[in-house]
């Protein structure tokens, strides 16, 4: 039951909050007031939805009331199910992103998300959207929703709300797969109907056999392989030892050659000396004493050196001595020239000096009263430029003409001394630049004399290093001499030296080549080598490449011809395996298929059968409600009939006919909200809630009374809770629950005012 409804922002409402109870609760109004908008709300709160919406006649940024000062809409729905209170809350935002919570007390349960919550309130309520707004909520105007619809969508729909469309789409959906299946049969029958299965197997057999045979030959040519191998191996290392073998004997020639070249060339170096060992003896003894000299003559060559270097060295720093000299008689002589040049000048520099300083003090008074006249002036002209009738200075009357004619001669003799003073400046300037080159001149002067006197005489010194260089350089040429001669002493005996040295270690060399030469010979004999036996095994081994390279070839075409016959092999029993499991899935689709007719069978029966029981129920519920909401007797009851193609309402007069052809609108109505009435009770029992939105459309003055006494009266004992949304004044008395008047001033786009009046 639904205790509690508040609205921020909904629709019209600004701030509205209603309290409903068990029973016939009662909305009336002025059309466009705001009460359909309240039902509206509870139906959002429920699911997230309402019929406009769902229709797309209305966004949900749209639901926010037009003069709200705050951007958002808000709904709460107060509930009681099995026992418990529940309240559902929603909010809607400008952008039209919306959040939900629902708790049951105080205790939230879920939340924010709205998907969430519609979920927990279908599973708590066991109803969704479509079940409320076909069974429970009729719409305005929209009682008879079910008599509007074509004979195809009506069975749809109607289906839809009893829950048996799913049969409908399970025996459709089986009834494509069993067609699949028998199409299926009917493609692999006919590949079956093609296939020669005795033959294929034949083949597998024969192609079993050469396999067999070719596993056999590659056996054979593996082990002729391994042998060849085997054989290939033992004679490579054979020419691999004798070409090492000829490797080393060629060596040993070439070095016999070499040597026997060398021998030869000795032969001749060494004609001279006899191989006596007292010649021998006498050469190198004559070597020895060679070797003394030239110790000594190398000890005098390095004491010679040593004077010589000695005697440079003196003689560099005499030399760079005479040099600063030579630079300074030579500065000294440039620095006399300059002063008698300026000493000339002394006398008559001094005397401009002094004549300059004189001039410089001149000029400078006469700034100072330039300067001072020019203030005087500018003073009297500032005076004269003011309007004043006597002389600034003699105090006498000054007509206007004689003011500004002293003004001008004033002003005039200012530019004048103005242009003095500059002039002075400049010259001022001029005679102090030249006074500083005067005095420049006459400081270099000074700086002169100091330097002559610094360098003194040099002359002397001169002399003294001069004499000096001379004798050092007649002792050094006499050393020079005498290394010369050394030193081509010390040549003379290194060729001697070198000669003689040769000579014996050409001999002892002479000596040796014959011991190698006796090795060597003696080595050849030992290594045996025969070229004719290389070329006899290398013959050999290139007969048993070829051999094993044949092989190889054979054993690759053995692999590949094995190859080939088992993909051929591997081919035809895929084949068969495909036959013989098309011929086994042939019979288990068959078998399938039966099945599947069993089962569609089965649905077809129960969808029949349960389409039956539900329509008894809910006829069972319509003769009961009939006699309460119909107040005549012409028609004695109404019921909901069904065949293979479409639902038909009809009523009982002398017999059964459709409410479609014999009806007037308020008949049509109330056989309408019979069937309405009957939904509600038979497919949401648990909830026993019922929605009428002007259902006094179409229905006359004793129809609308009879309703209105069925809703006050006799609804309540089958319905535990309705709500009526209705204009129609004689419908305000029948609520048993609460009753509430919703006007609004929709000129002046006013919020929905509600107020209760019962």
């Known amino acids: 039951m639904i205790t509690q409804v508040s ?44 019929p406009a919406h769902r229709q797309k006649k209305l966004e949900l940024s749209d639901i926010i009331f037009n003069n709200a000062t705050e951007k958002e809409a808000g709904i709460q729905v107060k509930f009681i199910s099995n026992g418990s209170e529940y309240t559902i809350i929603r909010r809607i935002k400008t952008n039209g992103n919306a959040e939900a919570e629902i708790r049951r007390g105080d205790k939230l349960i879920d939340g924010p998300q709205p998907k969430r919550v519609n979920e927990y309130i279908q599973n708590l309520l066991k109803v969704d959207y479509d079940l409320f707004t076909r069974a429970i909520y009729s719409e305005q105007n929209s009682i008879d929703y079910f008599l509007t619809l074509g004979r195809g969508d009506r069975k749809k729909q109607i289906d839809e709300l009893l829950g048996i469309n799913k049969f409908e789409k399970a025996r459709a959906n089986l009834t494509t797969i069993i067609t699949t299946l028998r199409n299926t049969v009917r493609e692999k029958e006919l590949l079956l109907k093609g296939a020669d299965i005795k033959k294929l197997e034949e083949e597998i057999s ?27 191996l033992s004679l490579e290392k054979e020419v691999s030892t004798l070409l090492t073998k000829k490797t080393s004997f060629k060596n040993l020639e070439k070095e016999k050659a070499a040597l026997e070249h060398r021998k030869e060339s000795l032969k001749t170096l ?4 006899s191989s006596s060992e007292d010649e021998l003896k ?18 005098n060559f390095k004491t010679l050196d040593s004077q010589l270097l000695a005697l440079n060295k003196e003689l560099g720093t005499l030399n760079r001595k005479k040099e600063e000299i030579e630079k300074k008689l030579q500065e000294k002589q440039t620095l006399e020239n300059e002063k008698r ?16 300083n004189t001039l410089l003090d001149s000029l400078k008074s006469r700034i100072a009263n330039n300067e001072s006249h020019i203030k005087e002036l500018k003073l009297l002209i500032e005076e004269l430029n003011k309007e004043i009738s006597s002389c600034p200075i003699c105090e006498t009357t000054l007509p206007e003409e004689k003011r500004k004619q002293l003004k001008e001669k004033r002003e005039h003799e200012h530019q004048e001394e103005l242009n003095s003073s500059k002039t002075l400046r400049e010259n001022l300037e001029q005679e102090k630049k030249s006074l500083l080159e005067l005095e420049k001149s006459l400081r270099n002067l000074e700086r002169i004399e100091n330097d002559l006197a610094k360098i003194g005489n040099v002359a002397d010194d001169l002399n003294e290093i001069s004499s000096k260089h001379s004798s050092l350089n007649t002792t050094l040429s006499r050393a020079t001499s005498e290394k010369e001669e050394v030193q081509n002493s010390i040549k003379a005996m290194e060729k001697s030296e070198k000669e003689l040295r040769d000579l014996l270690n050409n001999f002892k060399e002479f000596s040796e080549l014959d011991k190698k030469l006796s090795a060597l010979a003696i080595s050849l004999e030992e290594l045996k080598f025969s070229e004719s036996d290389l070329d006899e095994k290398k013959t050999s081994l290139e007969k048993l490449r070829i051999e094993f390279s044949t092989l190889n070839a054979n054993l690759a075409g053995t692999l590949k011809n094995k190859e080939k016959t088992t993909e051929i092999l591997s081919l035809k029993e895929g084949q068969l395996k495909n036959y013989l499991d098309y011929g086994k899935e042939v019979q288990r689709i068959k078998q399938l298929t039966e099945k599947l007719l069993i089962f569609q069978n089965s649905i077809v029966e129960t969808q029949r059968i ?25 028609y004695k009851g109404a019921r909901l009939n069904a065949d293979e193609n479409d639902y038909t309402l009809e009523l009982l007069s002398d017999a059964w006919r459709q409410v479609e052809g014999i009806a007037s609108g308020g008949e049509r109505a109330c056989a309408c909200l019979s069937l309405r009435i009957a939904f509600a009770r038979v497919l949401v029992p648990n909830l026993s809630w019922l929605i009428l939105d002007e259902p006094t459309h179409n229905l006359d003055e004793e129809a609308v009374k ?53």
């Open 706 to 758: 009879g309703l209105g006494k069925a809703l006050y009266e006799d609804i309540p004992k089958i319905v535990d809770q309705t709500f009526v949304i209705t204009h129609d004044e004689n419908l305000k008395d029948v609520g048993n629950a609460r009753i509430y008047r919703v006007e609004r001033n929709k000129e002046q786009q006013e919020p929905s005012r509600v107020e209760p009046i019962y």
């Open 7 to 50: 609205l921020k922002n909904w629709r019209s409402h600004e701030n509205t909050s209603l309290d409903f109870g068990e029973g016939t609760n009662i909305l009336i109004g002025m059309m466009g007031g705001g009460k359909s908008s309240i039902i509206d709300a509870i139906c959002y709160a429920f699911f997230g939805d309402f």
């Open 282 to 299: 006498a050469k190198e003894s004559q070597l020895n004493e060679i070797i003394n000299s030239y110790s000594r003559l190398s000890s």
């Open 206 to 232: 024969k192609i079993h056999s050469e396999l067999s045979k070719l596993e056999d030959e590659k056996t054979t040519l593996s082990k002729q392989i391994s042998s060849s191998e085997e054989k290939i």
């Open 610 to 634: 349960l389409r039956e029981e539900l329509i008894q129920a809910i006829n069972e519920e319509m003769s009961t409600i009939w006699r309460v909401i119909y107040p005549y007797a012409d």
């Open 270 to 273: 060494t004609k001279g000396i």
């Open 341 to 356: 040049k300026i000493g000339k000048q002394l006398s008559n520099l001094q005397a401009e000096i002094s004549s300059k």
